[in-house]
Structure formats: C-alpha cells, structure tokens
C-alpha cells in the first residue's frame, strides 16, 4: 500500500504490476507510481506452449508469473476481469487463466485490485471502446521510453496505469473521510 507522502520529501514510490490476463499469452507491466508521476519499469509477456494439456500450461502461467513477481517485487497488482465471449469453452478456459493470474500476487502477499475493460480503456484513452491500437499509442505517450511491442504488455501497462489513477482517487477519498471525522 502506497505510504503518505511527507511534508518535505518526495513521494514515495509504489511498485504496480498490471495484468491482461490469458491462457497463450498473458501480459504483464510494471510500473514505478509517485504521487502523479508514472515511470516505466519493465513489461513482457507470459506464454503457454499451446501443445501441451490444459494443466500443464496453467502451471506454465503460474511458474511464470512467480518469476516475474520475483525479478520485479511489485506492492500491488492488478488484473483485468474477464468478459464473456460468444465460445463458452473460451471463455472457461480464459476464465481459468484469470484465476491463476489471481491467485499468484495474492499469494505473494499482494492486494490485488480488477477493473473492467472498459474502464481500462476510459481511464487511459479516454474512451470505453478504444482499440487496441490506441491504448499502445497513448501508453507509449504516459510511459515515455515504452516500446512496448506486444499488445498484451501494452494492455497490461494501461491496467496497472488504471490502478494508479484509481488508487490516488481512492486515497484522496480517504483522506477527505478521516478530516470529516475528526472533531
């Protein structure tokens, strides 16, 4: 959880790792918060190998994300919910992918917060029904020196970007609650 900044230093810095997940490739961003200010650390992408059992690439996925959580050590995570598509054995599979995307940070100790799609889409570009395209481009344009290559770490940078906007609107909430209630 993101510290209270001090009345004479700078902000402290919060480590967020964004999530998209998905059973071939799940994206992941890590990105460095300070107050209003977000840095690029790393992204990349976790992948399954498609012929193997269903099993085996769940634990593909989730020996891959303990490293990534390792190499990084990120305070916080968050993941993107899932929507239902048209294939309900997609959407089960994917589903089972998401719960492994889920588990892995909580069971490194970390609070894990979900947001929509669309709210994603909304808090980075500005619009719900933004394409995967412009999400890249404006994740390039908050995290200058983000090449990010691969849609599924541009969707995960714009998650963990979305919780920071969140979370700083949640703090302020927060604060203004416990000023009210003190007499």
């Known amino acids: ?3 209270t900044p001090s009345a004479t230093g700078p902000a402290p810095v919060t480590r967020v ?7 071939r490739h799940t994206g992941w961003g890590i990105i460095d918060v ?5 840095r690029h650390v790393a992204d ?3 992948h399954s190998d498609e012929t193997r059992s269903l099993a085996e690439r769940l634990v593909q996925l ?3 994300l303990v490293g990534v959580l390792a190499a990084w050590k990120p305070d916080e995570a968050a993941v993107e919910e899932t929507f239902v598509n048209r294939n309900p ?7 089972m992918a998401r719960g492994i995307v889920l588990l892995v940070p909580a069971l490194a100790g970390l609070s894990v917060a979900e947001y929509s799609a669309n709210l994603i889409k909304k808090t980075v570009v500005g619009a719900g029904h933004a394409d995967k395209a412009q999400v890249q481009a404006m994740i390039r344009h908050l995290l200058p020196g983000c090449i990010n290559d691969s849609a ?11 919780h920071a906007h969140h979370e700083a609107s949640r703090r302020v909430w927060r604060q203004a609650e416990l000023q009210e209630r003190r007499p």
């Open 1 to 3: 959880m993101m510290a």
């Open 34 to 38: 300070a107050g209003n200010r977000l």
């Open 62 to 64: 989730h020996d891959g």
């Open 152 to 162: 599924d770490a541009a969707d995960a940078l714009a998650v963990a970007v979305c």
């Open 17 to 23: 790792i964004g999530l998209d997940p998905g059973l």
């Open 44 to 46: 990349g992408a976790v």
């Open 89 to 95: 054995a997609s959407t089960l599979k994917l589903g």
